[in-house]
């Protein structure tokens, strides 16, 4: 473990800051991981291992904390940030771990603006179409691109940033992952096509799937493992994913318009050779993305 991270707070201990936690116990045995959430969600990951100890009161469980890694909802994130910003011991590092950054990053930039702790928006690209800490695994980041958004002229004249950032740089990148550093308006333009669209068209293709389906069960039980696959991301419950498309719905309706258009396209080209084309470049997508794992 970085020196500047002795002692770890999980704010919310579910698939992604269960997963975390995990993590920071294989790979950093010799930190402290504490952990902030539900009782039974809390009871869940000291039967896991993930933390050392549950601290259902957030000022105890942040009190020493070197490191503030926070993975609850994005809307319970915005409504607790301000708390944690109060809370955090000073020169703590705070970090989230939620699906969209401008609204997170607004809100931090007004709460952590008391010379105390200091904020890092995040966003580790990795995850499940199910969520909980029964989910959770030590290595879920491993391979994965993890988001980190640039500080604002105010955040980096903060004294001691630079240090704590390049840990938790380190620390991640121990974890596997490779950091990606971007503004919180391209992240949530970027996540809305690579992430919140591919979870939107899932659901949809479930809606038409079940609307086909008829009472001796076809088309469904004729389905094999492209449907299954197709259909993965429709396991993700709404609870997880409400907060996400509400925070980027102006960049969510964007890129919906645009796939509409596609598959109008695709409609108009069903009876000509213009489908090779769509074929033939569809798959040069899914080379380069298949070379990048």
């Known amino acids: 473990m970085p020196a500047s991270f002795r002692r770890v707070a999980i704010v919310g201990t579910g698939l992604i800051g269960g997963s975390f936690a995990l993590a920071l116990r294989k790979y950093f045995p010799d930190s402290v991981v504490v952990g902030w959430d539900k009782s039974p969600v809390l009871r869940h990951a000291l039967e896991r291992g993930a933390i050392h100890e549950a601290i259902p009161d957030l000022s105890l469980a942040l009190a020493g904390s070197d490191l503030i890694y926070v993975a609850l909802p994005v809307g319970h994130t915005i409504e607790l940030l301000p708390e944690i910003a109060r809370l955090a011991p000073p020169n703590a590092l705070v970090t989230d771990a939620s699906s969209t950054k401008r609204s997170v990053c607004a809100v931090a930039a007004e709460s952590f603006d008391k010379g105390r702790a200091h904020f890092l928006g995040g966003?580790?690209?990795?995850?499940?179409?199910?969520?909980?800490?029964?989910?959770?695994?030590?290595?879920?980041?491993?391979?994965?691109?993890?988001?980190?958004?640039?500080?604002?002229?105010?955040?980096?004249?903060?004294g001691g940033r630079e240090q704590l950032l390049a840990g938790f740089v380190a620390l991640?990148?121990?974890?596997?992952?490779?950091?990606?550093?971007?503004?919180?308006?391209?992240?949530?333009?970027?996540?809305a096509v690579v992430s919140h669209l591919p979870q939107l068209?899932?659901?949809a293709l479930a809606g038409v799937v079940r609307s086909q389906t008829d009472e001796t069960g076809l088309p469904v039980t004729l389905a094999g493992r492209g449907l299954r696959d197709a259909l993965r991301l429709a396991g993700?419950?709404?609870?997880?994913?409400?907060?996400?498309?509400?925070?980027?719905?102006?960049?969510?309706?964007?890129?919906?318009?645009?796939?509409?258009?596609?598959?109008?396209?695709?409609?108009?080209?069903?009876?000509?050779?213009a489908l090779e084309e769509e074929f033939s470049a569809a798959g040069e997508l899914y080379k380069i993305l298949r070379d990048l794992q």
């Open 236 to 273: 993700s419950p709404y609870s997880v994913w409400r907060d996400i498309i509400l925070t980027n719905s102006d960049n969510l309706e964007r890129v919906l318009d645009q796939m509409i258009q596609a598959l109008e396209q695709v409609r108009s080209d069903l009876r000509t050779r």
């Open 172 to 191: 991640i990148e121990k974890l596997g992952a490779e950091p990606v550093w971007l503004e919180a308006e391209a992240h949530d333009r970027a996540a």
């Open 123 to 158: 966003h580790p690209m990795a995850g499940k179409e199910i969520s909980g800490i029964a989910a959770a695994e030590a290595n879920l980041f491993r391979g994965s691109k993890y988001a980190l958004i640039r500080a604002s002229a105010k955040e980096k004249a903060a």
């Open 201 to 203: 068209l899932s659901v």
